[in-house]
């Protein structure tokens, strides 16, 4: 009692009270400043901010040409946001700088990111659970960078929750404390901006209403941790710019084919450099030479040395694009722990859905593809972690790339996750000096971050007329240099506001967009190509807008426009339009467009595309179109057949080839109608109004293969094959022969059998995973009893053995097959085997640019040149 008595004293009572009080008070106010806080906004963030114009293409040239009389203090080599943060820190100093890209700024790695600015919670695992120094200095590391690019381009770049669903209670502490020690390495004093924020918990209710598409299934909570994302190739230009600004010499398009070397120390001390859009060729004269080509730095360094062994081990990356309702509209989602122990990421982007990534080691290429094997791994690792109500369909894939990470390559590594992705400096006998890695260091504000804020767009909507999303993303990816966009917007086009009869079109006023469902302007390509040297549609539809990461489809049906305005802006011959149509092409066949080929794509680059050609303008390109008119009357041959080509000369007016194509689609209706193909095994059933709807997923021929191969594989069954009986527990198995025959019909298990015999229409790569993901919308009638049908609707295994399937249920799992598993393909009037394999998936998605028009612009303008030929004759 006398203890307590002493410890119970006023003063003790008040010392506690007072500390209580200050820990709460100061947890308080730390907590009601988190978050992130922004400049105070101004009246000047109202009004534009003074212009910049960077100097033209051709003077960066004539410069570098002229360095044999003037050197530089440094030539860097490579364009992606490694050597873009190089080139700004050493011109910021005062230092001379040169930096020339191979191929367009960003093109590469840093274009091709999973669009996040994070440290890494998979490596802050390692760093703590195998006690790896390196990977804990590579979190600290990330995170302090995160912290700068949120500083210095806040249009950019924003923080993002992120949650991490728990289905077993004991991970919760464990998620927990690493969110928190997350947090703790996030924190600096010297964050004065406080831009991160605090991770929590989150309940399984509250879990579900803030991401009500994922799985309830045993469900207990969630941690939600905040990590920076950004506009990676939008970033990337930013350094580039503002690298311009600072004094840098910069051109994309040149590359190093050679080193220069000094005779007597035999230091590096230049380059000889190509222009691959001329062929002109020069050098370039540095005190210093840094190679920061990323994945492509073994090359210069063997051009350095020819004995060099490699240093870099790449690794890829593989993302896909998926609609918006795929994801909440403000927040991500991490599965910790796939089906193969990879991480892989759910967030949602620029409107959209990313999902991804891979982690593999990879060789180095140019455009790497996404594999398809690679594409259908993502979607069953989304499938598993969503509501079993959401039918994940290949169909919904917008577009897939592949990124090549630059690792530094450790020859012990079992794989690329044992990697460190910190970077690593190299300096060479001769003095050329590499950095190869994850890397890259920046405090300047960058271009178009000093008058931005949130609320700009507001401004920009009341002074030009835009619509409000249009006006959002112009701020977001340009910051204060949406002013310079919109004034180009209003100097080259007209008032798109529009008086009627009966009422008045007031809004928009301006704001062309280059496609429909998007917010990107026709503008843009205009203030790109004069403001961020744009040389080619390649760099327009992938990095300096997005649309070909977001929707290849849409890239593909806005790709003639884009080529007609750099045309009118660059001086293009309708030649030089061709082939810049043709490499559009090629690009978005490695983000995802189905069916590119050089075969496919011939030498216009245009049939089967059902893309319109861009437009002749003046009597020299009239007269190069003529030409192509006819080199595409005679490509056209086997993709329209015959009837092309004599409609191209004009023998054979509205025949086109179309005879034989009609017979096979009546053939095929009347299949559908009657449900059999004259095989002797009876005249079917008639189909239900849903079967009906699955059968119009299917092309002409491919119900007769079917068909064909579902009957021989039911007749090879022979006795035990089951008929149906009553809808009871009790089987009733009717030997062939010995009872009352019914339709023919085959067990579950036989169902790849049956596809395997069906060749050309793409079911040879369906797995067996793929049947039981497809089986989720179908009702088998053949799964009698309850207990049976809970077996058949999971789809697993041994439960799938004794069921039996007739024809009409088959074709139901035929249809989720194409829905699920076989890509768009956007060709037209195409028999090969890869277009066949995925043409019948087009069923329209938000945004997914599905449904293409037949296109007889070419057939038409044949036929007209043909009768005009003749004409002149007679």
């Given at each position: 009692?006398?203890?307590?008595?002493?410890?119970?004293?006023?003063?003790?009572?008040?010392?506690?009270?007072?500390?209580?009080?200050?820990?709460?008070?100061?947890?308080?106010?730390?907590?009601?400043?988190?978050?992130?806080?922004?400049?105070?906004?101004?009246?000047?963030?109202?009004?534009?901010?003074?212009?910049?114009?960077?100097?033209?293409?051709?003077?960066?040239?004539?410069?570098?040409?002229?360095?044999?009389?003037?050197?530089?203090?440094?030539?860097?080599?490579?364009?992606?946001?490694?050597?873009?943060?190089?080139?700004?820190?050493?011109?910021?100093?005062?230092?001379?700088?040169?930096?020339?890209?191979?191929?367009?700024?960003?093109?590469?790695?840093?274009?091709?990111?999973?669009?996040?600015?994070?440290?890494?919670?998979?490596?802050?695992?390692?760093?703590?659970?195998?006690?790896?120094?390196?990977?804990?200095?590579?979190?600290?590391?990330?995170?302090?960078?995160?912290?700068?690019?949120?500083?210095?381009?806040?249009?950019?770049?924003?923080?993002?929750?992120?949650?991490?669903?728990?289905?077993?209670?004991?991970?919760?502490?464990?998620?927990?404390?690493?969110?928190?020690?997350?947090?703790?390495?996030?924190?600096?004093?010297?964050?004065?901006?406080q831009h991160t924020q605090s991770s929590y918990l989150m309940s399984r209710s509250r879990a579900l209403e803030t991401f009500p598409m994922l799985k309830q299934q045993g469900l207990v909570g969630a941690v939600v941790y905040y990590d920076g994302q950004h506009n990676d190739s939008r970033m990337n230009i930013a350094l580039v710019m503002t690298a311009v600004r600072?004094?840098?010499?910069?051109?994309?398009?040149?590359?190093?084919?050679?080193?220069?070397?000094?005779?007597?120390?035999?230091?590096?001390?230049?380059?000889?450099?190509?222009?691959?859009?001329?062929?002109?060729?020069?050098?370039?004269?540095?005190?210093?030479?840094?190679?920061?080509?990323?994945?492509?730095?073994?090359?210069?360094?063997?051009?350095?040395?020819?004995?060099?062994?490699?240093?870099?081990?790449?690794?890829?990356?593989?993302?896909?694009?998926?609609?918006?309702?795929?994801?909440?509209?403000?927040?991500?989602?991490?599965?910790?722990?796939?089906?193969?122990?990879?991480?892989?990421?759910?967030?949602?982007?620029?409107?959209?859905?990313?999902?991804?990534?891979?982690?593999?080691?990879?060789?180095?290429?140019?455009?790497?593809?996404?594999?398809?094997?690679?594409?259908?791994?993502?979607?069953?690792?989304?499938?598993?972690?969503?509501?079993?109500?959401?039918?994940?369909?290949?169909?919904?894939?917008?577009?897939?790339?592949?990124?090549?990470?630059?690792?530094?390559?450790?020859?012990?590594?079992?794989?690329?996750?044992?990697?460190?992705?910190?970077?690593?400096?190299?300096?060479?006998?001769?003095?050329?000096?590499?950095?190869?890695?994850?890397?890259?260091?920046?405090?300047?504000?960058?271009?178009?971050?000093?008058?931005?804020?949130?609320?700009?767009?507001?401004?920009?909507?009341?002074?030009?007329?835009?619509?409000?999303?249009?006006?959002?993303?112009?701020?977001?990816?340009?910051?204060?240099?949406?002013?310079?966009?919109?004034?180009?917007?209003?100097?080259?086009?007209?008032?798109?506001?529009?008086?009627?009869?009966?009422?008045?079109?007031?809004?928009?006023?301006?704001?062309?967009?280059?496609?429909?469902?998007?917010?990107?302007?026709?503008?843009?390509?205009?203030?790109?190509?004069?403001?961020?040297?744009?040389?080619?549609?390649?760099?327009?539809?992938?990095?300096?807008?997005?649309?070909?990461?977001?929707?290849?489809?849409?890239?593909?049906?806005?790709?003639?426009?884009?080529?007609?305005?750099?045309?009118?802006?660059?001086?293009?011959?309708?030649?030089?339009?061709?082939?810049?149509?043709?490499?559009?092409?090629?690009?978005?066949?490695?983000?995802?467009?189905?069916?590119?080929?050089?075969?496919?794509?011939?030498?216009?680059?245009?049939?089967?595309?059902?893309?319109?050609?861009?437009?002749?303008?003046?009597?020299?390109?009239?007269?190069?179109?003529?030409?192509?008119?006819?080199?595409?009357?005679?490509?056209?041959?086997?993709?329209?057949?015959?009837?092309?080509?004599?409609?191209?000369?004009?023998?054979?007016?509205?025949?086109?080839?179309?005879?034989?194509?009609?017979?096979?689609?009546?053939?095929?209706?009347?299949?559908?109608?009657?449900?059999?193909?004259?095989?002797?095994?009876?005249?079917?059933?008639?189909?239900?109004?849903?079967?009906?709807?699955?059968?119009?997923?299917?092309?002409?021929?491919?119900?007769?293969?079917?068909?064909?191969?579902?009957?021989?594989?039911?007749?090879?069954?022979?006795?035990?094959?089951?008929?149906?009986?009553?809808?009871?527990?009790?089987?009733?198995?009717?030997?062939?022969?010995?009872?009352?025959?019914?339709?023919?019909?085959?067990?579950?298990?036989?169902?790849?059998?049956?596809?395997?015999?069906?060749?050309?229409?793409?079911?040879?790569?369906?797995?067996?995973?793929?049947?039981?993901?497809?089986?989720?919308?179908?009702?088998?009638?053949?799964?009698?009893?309850?207990?049976?049908?809970?077996?058949?609707?999971?789809?697993?295994?041994?439960?799938?053995?004794?069921?039996?399937?007739?024809?009409?249920?088959?074709?139901?799992?035929?249809?989720?097959?194409?829905?699920?598993?076989?890509?768009?393909?956007?060709?037209?009037?195409?028999?090969?085997?890869?277009?066949?394999?995925?043409?019948?998936?087009?069923?329209?998605?938000?945004?997914?640019?599905?449904?293409?028009?037949?296109?007889?612009?070419?057939?038409?303008?044949?036929?007209?040149?043909?009768?005009?030929?003749?004409?002149?004759?007679?």
């Amino acid at each position: 009692m006398y203890r307590v008595r002493n410890i119970l004293t006023l003063r003790n009572i008040a010392l506690s009270t007072g500390t209580t009080a200050l820990v709460v008070g100061g947890g308080g106010y730390a907590y009601l400043n988190s978050g992130p806080v922004f400049e105070p906004s101004t009246l000047e963030n109202r009004r534009p901010p003074p212009p910049w114009t960077p100097p033209t293409r051709a003077t960066n040239l004539a410069k570098l040409a002229q360095s044999s009389s003037d050197e530089f203090d440094l030539l860097i080599v490579g364009g992606g946001a490694t050597g873009a943060g190089v080139a700004l820190d050493a011109a910021s100093r005062g230092l001379k700088v040169a930096l020339v890209e191979r191929d367009d700024f960003s093109a590469g790695t840093s274009s091709k990111s999973t669009k996040l600015v994070h440290g890494g919670v998979r490596y802050l695992q390692k760093a703590v659970f195998e006690l790896d120094y390196e990977q804990w200095k590579l979190v600290k590391e990330a995170l302090h960078e995160r912290r700068v690019f949120l500083e210095t381009a806040p249009y950019l770049s924003s923080m993002l929750p992120i949650m991490l669903p728990i289905y077993n209670w004991y991970q919760i502490p464990y998620y927990y404390a690493g969110c928190k020690l997350y947090d703790a390495l996030s924190s600096s004093p010297s964050n004065k901006t406080q831009h991160t924020q605090s991770s929590y918990l989150m309940s399984r209710s509250r879990a579900l209403e803030t991401f009500p598409m994922l799985k309830q299934q045993g469900l207990v909570g969630a941690v939600v941790y905040y990590d920076g994302q950004h506009n990676d190739s939008r970033m990337n230009i930013a350094l580039v710019m503002t690298a311009v600004r600072e004094g840098a010499v910069v051109a994309n398009y040149c590359e190093v084919t050679s080193l220069e070397k000094d005779q007597q120390t035999g230091k590096v001390n230049g380059a000889i450099v190509r222009d691959t859009l001329t062929g002109n060729s020069f050098t370039v004269k540095a005190k210093g030479v840094i190679n920061a080509t990323g994945p492509f730095s073994d090359s210069l360094l063997k051009m350095d040395n020819p004995n060099h062994e490699g240093i870099v081990q790449a690794s890829s990356g593989v993302h896909i694009t998926l609609p918006n309702y795929y994801s909440p509209r403000k927040m991500g989602l991490l599965d910790p722990s796939t089906s193969d122990g990879r991480v892989i990421f759910f967030l949602p982007w620029q409107g959209f859905t990313i999902a991804g990534t891979t982690d593999a080691k990879a060789s180095v290429t140019k455009d790497p593809v996404a594999s398809e094997e690679e594409i259908r791994w993502v979607l069953d690792e989304v499938r598993r972690y969503l509501s079993p109500d959401i039918k994940v369909r290949r169909g919904d894939v917008l577009s897939a790339w592949s990124g090549l990470r630059p690792l530094v390559r450790n020859p012990a590594a079992a794989d690329t996750q044992g990697l460190v992705r910190n970077h690593m400096i190299y300096v060479s006998p001769s003095g050329l000096l590499t950095i190869a890695g994850e890397s890259g260091r920046h405090t300047l504000k960058l271009l178009g971050s000093s008058a931005w804020h949130p609320n700009m767009f507001i401004s920009l909507i009341q002074r030009y007329g835009i619509e409000t999303d249009v006006a959002q993303h112009l701020a977001a990816d340009f910051g204060d240099r949406a002013w310079s966009v919109c004034e180009e917007m209003v100097e080259h086009e007209s008032s798109l506001s529009e008086k009627g009869g009966d009422g008045v079109k007031r809004w928009p006023v301006h704001g062309k967009r280059l496609v429909d469902g998007l917010p990107y302007l026709e503008a843009e390509i205009r203030y790109v190509i004069h403001n961020e040297y744009a040389l080619k549609p390649t760099d327009i539809l992938a990095r300096r807008t997005r649309l070909s990461f977001l929707n290849v489809q849409s890239a593909l049906e806005c790709l003639p426009r884009v080529v007609d305005i750099m045309g009118e802006e660059l001086g293009w011959t309708y030649t030089e339009k061709r082939m810049r149509m043709r490499e559009g092409v090629e690009f978005l066949g490695s983000m995802g467009l189905v069916g590119v080929s050089k075969a496919t794509i011939g030498t216009s680059g245009l049939v089967g595309f059902g893309i319109r050609e861009p437009e002749a303008r003046g009597f020299r390109q009239r007269v190069e179109r003529l030409g192509w008119d006819l080199v595409d009357g005679v490509w056209a041959v086997p993709v329209l057949g015959l009837g092309g080509l004599i409609g191209g000369l004009g023998l054979g007016l509205g025949l086109w080839g179309r005879s034989n194509r009609d017979s096979v689609d009546n053939r095929s209706a009347k299949e559908m109608k009657t449900g059999g193909i004259g095989t002797g095994t009876g005249t079917g059933t008639p189909t239900s109004s849903y079967s009906s709807y699955s059968r119009a997923k299917f092309e002409a021929g491919e119900m007769v293969a079917l068909k064909s191969a579902f009957v021989q594989v039911a007749r090879a069954r022979g006795a035990e094959i089951l008929t149906r009986g009553a809808e009871t527990e009790t089987e009733t198995l009717t030997m062939t022969g010995t009872g009352t025959p019914t339709e023919p019909k085959i067990f579950l298990s036989d169902i790849l059998t049956v596809l395997s015999q069906v060749s050309g229409y793409g079911y040879e790569d369906v797995k067996e995973k793929d049947v039981e993901y497809a089986l989720g919308d179908v009702v088998l009638t053949g799964a009698r009893g309850k207990k049976e049908k809970e077996k058949v609707k999971g789809g697993k295994g041994e439960a799938l053995k004794g069921v039996e399937v007739d024809w009409d249920e088959f074709v139901e799992i035929c249809g989720n097959l194409k829905e699920i598993s076989f890509a768009p393909d956007p060709r037209q009037n195409d028999n090969s085997k890869s277009s066949r394999m995925v043409m019948a998936s087009r069923i329209p998605v938000e945004k997914s640019g599905g449904g293409f028009k037949r296109n007889d612009t070419i057939l038409s303008r044949l036929i007209l040149l043909s009768l005009a030929l003749v004409f002149l004759l007679v």
